[in-house]
């Protein structure tokens, strides 16, 4: 008997079953695959250098389930490149009994392959991870041009971002 992943088979109840896009888990190896070239899609990503990759990848692992990045890519594509990404954290409260919240975070498809539901299969499955995590709320923040693909992931407007960069 196969055994398939949770991704696998949410794709297949979804319909998707013909889809060669996999969604997984963040690989060390993906600095090769254009991970960061991806993010620089986003916001300013200066390219790190392997060692630079693999330590910071190391210490997102070390936080297990509390910070989960997927990544969308075809694995029958030569290259394998990183079509899109989003990663969840998980943060820890005091409030509502200890309870915990997530947050969506660096979600972004490349613009090559905008428009084939990748996001929305990212962000899908973040919130699935979650609500599996025991989560009373995913938040994130978006641009006003975003509210729309967002409702489409079951989000609503609450509140307003504020925000000091440094």
Same mark, same amino acid.
């Given at each position: %008997? ?23 888990? /963040?690989?060390?190896?993906?600095? @090769? ?19 630079? &990759?693999?330590?910071?990848?190391? @210490? ?7 910070? =989960? ?13 990183? /079509?899109?990404?989003?990663?969840? &954290? ?6 509502? #009994? ?6 969506? @975070?660096? =979600? ?10 990748? #996001? ?7 919130? !699935?991870?979650?609500?599996?995590? #025991?989560?009373?709320? =995913? ?17 609503? !407007?609450?509140?307003?971002? %504020?925000? =000091?960069?440094?």
């Amino acid at each position: %008997m196969a055994s398939t992943s949770p991704e696998s088979a949410a794709a297949a109840a979804a319909g998707e079953t013909n889809d060669p896009i996999h969604i997984r888990r /963040l690989e060390l190896s993906d600095h @090769e695959r254009g991970f960061l070239a991806l993010l620089s899609q986003l916001s300013a990503c200066p390219d790190l250098t392997a060692s630079e &990759f693999a330590a910071r990848f190391a @210490e997102l692992a070390a936080q297990g389930d509390d910070h =989960v990045i997927l990544v969308a890519e075809d694995p029958s594509a030569p290259e394998r490149r990183i /079509l899109a990404t989003g990663c969840l &954290f998980v943060e820890r409260k005091f409030l509502r #009994g200890g309870g915990k919240a997530g947050h969506v @975070e660096d =979600v972004v498809v490349d613009a090559a392959a905008r428009g084939r539901g990748l #996001g929305l299969r990212i962000v899908r499955r973040l919130v !699935e991870i979650a609500r599996d995590a #025991g989560c009373y709320k =995913v938040i994130l923040d978006c641009t006003p041009e975003l509210r729309a693909y967002y409702a489409k992931c079951g989000f609503v !407007e609450k509140g307003v971002q %504020m925000a =000091v960069y440094f």
